[in-house]
Structure formats: C-alpha cells, structure tokens
C-alpha cells in the first residue's frame, strides 16, 4: 500500500511556515511523505538583520544563500525532510519582487519564467512523491505578489498536465479568515501591541471571507514547532514583531489551527459545526 503523500508548492523561504507550518509538522510526524516545492530564493526579500543589511539586492544581492539556510533550518525544525528548490539544479529562478518594480522586468525572475516550463519541472516531482493532497496559493496568491500568482499558476497546471499519469485527489488553496485575523488583532491591541498597524483585518488583501473556508487544521499540539521554524527565519520575521506578540492561549489558536478552500475533490471526514473539514486527506483513497 502507497503511503500517503502531501505537496506543498510556495514561492518564497517562510511562506511555507507561516501558511502551512504547523500542518506540515503534523503530517510529518504522522510518518506521511511531506513535500516542500520553493519557486525562489526569495532575493528580494526585506532584511530585517541589520547586520546583514549589505546582502540586500540592490546592494551586494547575496540574500539567496542566507535563505536557503534559514529555509533548511525551519524544515527541521518542523520535522520536514523533503524540501527542493523548483527547477533545481537545472534552473534557478529568481524572486521577481513586485509588479512595476525594476526586479520584476528581469529575464531570470519567476514570474517571467514560460509558464509550462514550470509546470513541467513541477510534474517530474509529481510523478516522483504522487501526492494525494497538494497546497498552494488562490488565484490572487493570497494578497497579489507576483511570485505567488505564479506559484498557484504552476502548480494548477502542473496538476493537470499530470492528470493521465497521476491525478492528485485533493488541491486546496491556502486561505486566512478575517475573524480568526480579527481575533488576533484585538487580542494584541487588549496586549498593547498592535498587528501591522491595522484596526481591522478588512484592511488586509490576505484575510478571506469565512465562507470561503473549507478545511480547518487544528494542529495546536505543533504550535511549538512552528514558532521554532518562524524563528529560523530571522531576515523576513521579527522575533519581536507580532508573529510573536501572543499570548499562549490566544497564539495557540491563531497559529495553531491552519485554514484551507478545497477546490478539488469532496469534503470527507467528520466536520466542525461550522462545515468544516479536520483532515486534508479525509476521503482519499491510497
């Protein structure tokens, strides 16, 4: 009997961790085979280590192998052992940075990149892990980066030029409620901190109506480690900023439980009273 095989395709070193972190360590320690596909190196990331500040792009650009370092340490921390870089060791793409950013008009970015040319570097993975379950962005790549639009792009096509050799039962997009953002916005204004400098989770692209939600990860019991793995990731997270700010109770159920919309395959398994699935891989057969 094949084990049971989870994929996550994500464009950047610690978007991994902050969507899927506790999810994915859950499943790890399970024993399922957990799969981590990075578009890019995430060059153009902001530093937030002063002391690293010269390796930033539009000084020396030597940000990649510190992410890359960062990346790997956050993967053991969550128990994660099969992590690959896409197009590796082949292709490197490029983190594009922003739309109308100079960074984004370069050749070598992702989002510059054929798009079936991704695709059918992300297909070889398929058909080598045969993942049942696959994660990634929605459309919009949770809050308009390029690198995610891209990301979500490949690996939906990538599913599908897959489909007569391996076809993935469930693809579920990842996705942020705004009354789980809104309740950890007022637990660290009743804190006195604050969360980005927003009032209210309407304020950020990446908080998605309820209703949109499918599947809900209760994962608490890998909070711990997930925390470790955002610490391993030092130049893009603040271990003073609000991913931190929580109180136990409060952080256990905000970044414990992981939210997803189900886009292929049926909601299985026995459902919250909100309707919601507990298991990615409820109903899916080995």
Not at 75 to 94: K, S
């Amino acid at each position: 009997m094949s084990k049971k095989s989870l994929l996550l395709v994500h464009a950047h070193p610690d978007d991994e961790t902050i969507n899927n972190g506790a999810t994915m360590a859950m499943y790890a320690a399970a024993g399922f085979n957990v799969t981590l596909v990075t578009c890019t190196r995430g060059e153009e990331g902001e530093i937030l280590v002063p002391e690293l500040a010269h390796l930033a792009a539009d000084k020396e650009d030597g940000l990649a192998p510190i992410r890359e370092a960062e990346l790997a340490n956050a993967m053991a921390a969550l128990g994660v052992t099969d992590h690959r870089f896409l197009g590796a060791p082949h292709n490197r793409y490029r983190d594009s940075g922003m739309i109308g950013t100079a960074p984004n008009d370069r050749p070598d970015t992702f989002w510059q990149v054929d798009l079936d040319t991704a695709a059918r570097e992300l297909v070889t993975i398929i058909l080598e892990v045969k993942p049942q379950v696959l994660v990634t962005y929605d459309e919009f790549g949770g809050y308009g980066h390029p690198d995610h639009i891209k990301a979500h792009q490949v690996a939906m096509r990538a599913a599908e030029l897959a489909q007569d050799q391996w076809d993935i039962q469930k693809i579920y997009w990842n996705t942020m409620p705004r009354s789980v953002i809104q309740k950890g916005i007022d637990a660290m204004k009743a804190a006195g901190s604050d969360f980005m400098g927003v009032e209210s989770a309407d304020e950020l692209p990446f908080a998605k109506p309820d209703d949109v939600v499918t599947t809900a990860m209760n994962a608490s019991a890998f909070v711990d480690q997930k925390m470790k793995a955002m610490a391993s990731h030092p130049t893009q997270i603040a271990l003073d900023g609000p991913f931190f700010a929580l109180s136990n109770n409060v952080g256990l159920n905000v970044w414990g439980n992981e939210y997803y919309t189900l886009v292929k395959g049926e909601k299985s398994g026995e459902l919250t009273p909100e309707g919601w699935e507990q298991d990615l891989f409820a109903g899916v057969v080995e």
